[in-house]
């Protein structure tokens, strides 16, 4: 969705928990690919989303410790 700008795409995956960080087969991720779509909207987006979701895998692997 990112590699084609479409951000209702973009927006509905992210609020469905997908995983912002992953990388795709060439090794970018999704804020790369919004990135060269020019779509700063995208990028930051997938950016903010991706930082909350490494603070709440953090925050488990605290509490597990």
Request: aromatic fraction near 2%.
């Amino acid at each position: 969705a990112a590699s084609n700008g479409q951000a209702r795409s973009v927006s509905f995956l992210l609020e469905r928990g997908a995983d912002a960080s992953l990388k795709n087969d060439d090794g970018e991720t999704a804020a790369q690919l919004a990135a060269k779509q020019n779509r700063p909207d995208l990028e930051r987006e997938i950016l903010a989303a991706d930082e909350k979701q490494a603070a709440a895998r953090a925050a488990a692997e605290a509490a597990h410790q």
